[in-house]
């Protein structure tokens, strides 16, 4: 979700939902370490519960990252074994790393001990030609020997070579099964799966075999399926009200993120899939898409967006 759930992200997506984890967008440790930190991992309080993701393979390097989210704010730390992109294996982490369980292990003792929080690690179920079960079931052995008791499970091998990030997303089949196996087989750990879920229907049926759902692209790509997960997964008597009701309760973010500095497009480009489905959806996102990127393009444009779209009327229809 690199480029994608960054905390102009996060804060509207906390708006649709107060109880679901959110996660960062991947940082790698040398840009932590050396780049600009406030931009990378700042984020706004009212994010929480919200756990920073971690990308990297030195084990010093990320203890020091560790550290450094977790003076931040960040309730949990994780640790990404998943990503497969030709960029993420150039720097030796990301999916490669399911191949090396031992060093996983040792980066994620070093974690444990640099911090209080928890941490956490994010995985596929294998990479390229390896037995699945085998690779899964025995990396998941070694790296919580290590202390690690919490895995997030993508339920797809990662084709490290010749599958593009984007293909790795789609082409390698899903095994849920193998998930469910693996915690039978460890129920003393918390499973949590990940891959090809879009709905909350999906994410009730999932429960009844693991611990917790992530769910990545289908959120931010149709963010209003987050509207209903308070009351469905959380029994929370709450409701978050229309879409353009979200959309106005963001407006303050967004004005005061403006008056920061922060282009508007970097903020709405997130909201572009709210109105999917509805009359005027297409409308929203072009005006929001061709005018948010003006200089000095202010609230009035996402005002002026909101009037394209016929939120009562699809509603009124469906009754």
């Known amino acids: ?3 994608w759930t960054d905390r102009h992200c996060r804060f509207f997506h906390r708006i649709l ?12 440790t040398p840009a932590l370490i050396h780049g600009p930190r406030a931009r990378l991992i700042g984020f706004d309080p009212a994010e929480h519960p919200v756990a920073l993701q971690l990308g990297g393979s030195e084990s ?12 931040e704010g960040y309730d949990e730390i994780n640790l990404n074994i998943g990503c497969p992109s030709i960029r993420v294996q150039r720097g030796a982490f990301g999916a490669c790393l399911m191949r090396e ?31 699945p079960e ?26 490290l070579k010749g599958l593009s990030a984007k293909e790795n997303r789609e082409v390698p089949p899903l095994d849920y099964e193998l998930v469910y196996a693996l915690k039978r087989a460890r129920p003393d750990l918390k499973i949590v799966i990940n891959g090809g879920i879009t709905t909350l229907d999906a994410t009730q049926s999932h429960l009844a075999q693991v611990d917790g759902v992530m769910m990545g692209r289908a959120a931010y790509q149709t963010p209003w399926v987050l509207a209903e997960v308070d009351r469905r ?26 008056a920061n500095g922060t282009p508007l497009n970097v903020m ?13 959806a297409r409308a929203f996102r072009r005006h929001l898409s061709e005018n948010a990127i003006k200089r000095g393009a202010g609230v009035e444009v996402v005002r002026a967006a909101l009037a394209l779209v016929h939120e009562d009327s699809a509603e009124r229809a469906a009754a």
Not at 141 to 152: I, K, L
Not at 273 to 278: D, I, M, S, T, V
Request: with cysteine; charged share 20%.
């Open 1 to 3: 979700m690199m480029e």
């Open 17 to 28: 939902t107060r109880n679901a984890r959110l996660y960062t967008e991947m940082v790698t």
């Open 60 to 71: 010093k390097a990320l203890a020091e990252c560790s550290r450094l989210g977790e003076a």
């Open 101 to 131: 369980p031992s060093l996983v292990g040792d980066c994620v003792a070093a974690m444990r001990a640099a911090v209080k929080i928890p941490v956490t690690v994010k995985c596929r179920i294998g990479v390229d030609d390896c037995d």
């Open 134 to 159: 085998q690779s899964l079931f025995g990396f998941v052995e070694t790296v919580s020997r290590a202390g690690c008791d919490t895995f997030v499970v993508h339920a797809r091998k990662a084709w």
């Open 233 to 258: 997964l959380f029994a929370a008597n709450r409701s978050v009200g229309s879409r353009v009701e979200v959309v106005e309760s963001f407006l303050p973010y967004i004005a005061r993120e403006l």
């Open 268 to 280: 709405t480009m997130h909201i572009l899939g709210l109105f999917n489905g509805l009359p005027g």
